[in-house]
């Protein structure tokens, strides 16, 4: 055949429909080819043009290939399959049960045993609840054993905000509204609130990001807020400060925490209203007075023992403390943060737990402040784990994100949550149904504390101020168990003060009322 009837034959083809079925993607994949060799920005492309985008189809479908092919029911970060599923049942009503034993390793070294009693008690009828408010506190509050940690709005959808503070009013307990200010979706169910103050000031803000203590006196006295927390640091980035992604900053958001729309929002590493533990304290002091003598308290992830001894050393001498301290543990959730700062900045919550307890027991202030704990608690068993370490209650985030649908997509600072919980898209947010979560939150929160109480029964404890830390085992080797009281030897009250162990002597006395020194 001559050249000319061969281009003849391709020219007829060209007008028949099935020539472009088989050359129509052909011809696009040459296109492509083409455009891989002469692009620089990816060498995997130059070298395997066409093949080379297989690599970019499977890293972005790997999280879901992960979550429900390869994993196993122990296997999954930060929460595994087991926790997730404990929740989501008693989250829908449903029994958290599993039939024929545990999954665990028992004889792996840093496994945690709570101790059950030869003579169990009865399950308490009555919840028991936590009275936060010290001597200088008029408005003291009873605070339940689980509630919602912080979690702001924008950071969260207004549905999630909604849901979660109807379900902290049918349920009767706390909701922390993180530091992103005081919306109308926290205010507008009527949920009892802790509202947090961070290095933004947002909801109290004067326009060049300082504190105004006339819009903080003002929001302070609504009847919803019940108590006002000071943020120090967060647990996923202690001394980094809050990020907030430009996308989700639109119009209501600005409106709420005084910000220019659409611009990323970063709170400030440090605070503007005091630089030493002395400031500190009669910062404190003063939010207190501010706030008509509601409880007022602050949460921090704690690194330096001496830094937090220099602020006991400063409430003694100025005779002012706090009503409550919240201890965010290192493992916390955050929308957004440094992969950095997530792994490897701050102390655990057991380490922080334990040493805030003990610094406060040591100094005498125990019996005046009340703690929190926060930092992956999602059972009853991790209720009971962190009473027995010191906390007089405990903060759950990610854990009632589960409970209002979260499927830990892990895709929370991308605007692109895809059950509407961590997202400003209103398309993606309004797959979440209000009504349904909330009393999916609700029953969460009750089934859990429910489990906690049964824990404390089987251990002879129908209370939780007689939890202590000898009723806690851990395997520190394959030989040698030992308690929490062992491996931290706690402090008898005032110990600190009138002559510190060894082991807490350098620091004691190292530590400055007036100034932050590690």
């Not at 028991?128 to 408010?133: A, C, E, M, S, T």
């Not at 630089?275 to 409880?295: H, I, N, Y």
């Not at 334990?354 to 929190?372: C, E, F, P, Q």
């Not at 000898?470 to 030992?482: E, P």
Request: glycine share 10%; net charge neutral; charged share 20%.
């Amino acid at each position: 055949m001559s050249a000319a009837a061969a281009v003849a034959v391709v020219l007829a083809g060209v007008r028949e429909p099935w020539w472009w079925v088989v050359a129509g993607p052909l011809l696009a994949l040459a296109v492509l080819a083409v455009r891989d060799l002469a692009q620089r920005r990816h060498s995997v492309l130059r070298n395997y043009p066409v093949l080379g985008h297989l690599r970019f189809v499977f890293e972005a479908i790997r999280p879901e290939v992960q979550q429900y092919f390869v994993e196993r029911n122990l296997e999954g970060r930060p929460f595994d399959r087991d926790v997730r599923s404990i929740v989501y049942q008693r989250a829908k009503g449903t029994d958290a049960e599993e039939p024929f034993g545990t999954e665990l390793d028992l004889y792996e070294p840093g496994r945690e045993f709570l101790v059950p009693s030869m003579a169990p008690v009865a399950v308490p009828t009555e919840i028991p609840r936590v009275r936060i408010g010290g001597p200088d506190c008029t408005q003291p509050y009873d605070m339940a054993l689980l509630n919602v940690s912080a979690m702001s709005f924008g950071s969260l959808s207004a549905n999630a905000i909604l849901a979660l503070n109807t379900g902290a009013a049918l349920g009767s307990f706390a909701h922390d509204t993180g530091e992103g200010g005081l919306s109308e979706y926290h205010l507008r169910p009527g949920g009892d609130l802790v509202w947090e103050i961070g290095t933004g000031y947002f909801g109290c803000r004067t326009p060049d990001g300082g504190f105004d203590p006339d819009q903080f006196a003002e929001k302070a006295a609504h009847p919803q807020v019940k108590c006002v927390s000071l943020k120090l640091s967060q647990g996923a980035k202690p001394g980094i400060g809050g990020v907030l992604p430009g996308a989700k900053v639109n119009a209501e958001i600005a409106r709420v925490r005084g910000v220019p729309q659409g611009e990323t929002v970063i709170s400030p590493p440090y605070h503007q209203v005091f630089s030493t533990p002395r400031e500190l304290v009669r910062f404190l002091g003063r939010m207190r007075e501010l706030a008509g003598g509601k409880p007022v308290g602050f949460k921090l992830c704690v690194g330096s023992r001496r830094q937090f001894l220099a602020v006991c050393k400063a409430m003694l001498e100025e005779g002012v403390t706090p009503d409550f301290i919240v201890v965010d543990g290192a493992e916390g959730g955050t929308g957004a943060a440094p992969l950095e700062f997530a792994d490897h900045v701050g102390l655990p919550l057991t380490e922080g737990l334990l040493t805030v307890h003990n610094a406060l027991v040591g100094s005498g202030l125990r019996d005046r402040i009340r703690i929190g704990a926060g930092g992956k608690v999602a059972t009853g068993s991790d209720l009971v784990k962190r009473l027995v370490q010191g906390a007089d209650f405990t903060n759950a985030a990610r854990a009632m994100m589960f409970a209002l649908g979260c499927i830990q997509a892990q895709r929370c600072h991308t605007n692109t949550c895809p059950v509407g919980v961590a997202t400003q898209d209103p398309r993606r947010a309004r797959a979440l149904h209000v009504p349904d979560k909330a009393e999916r939150t609700r029953r969460y929160q009750e089934a859990t504390v429910k489990s906690a109480l049964q824990i404390m029964a089987a251990m002879g404890v129908d209370d939780p101020s007689r939890l202590g830390p000898h009723m806690l085992l851990r395997r520190v080797d394959a030989q040698t168990i030992l308690s929490h009281a062992q491996i931290h030897p706690p402090l008898a009250a005032g110990e600190l003060v009138a002559g510190p162990p060894q082991d807490w002597a350098q620091d004691w006395h190292a530590a400055d009322p007036d100034h932050f020194t590690i």
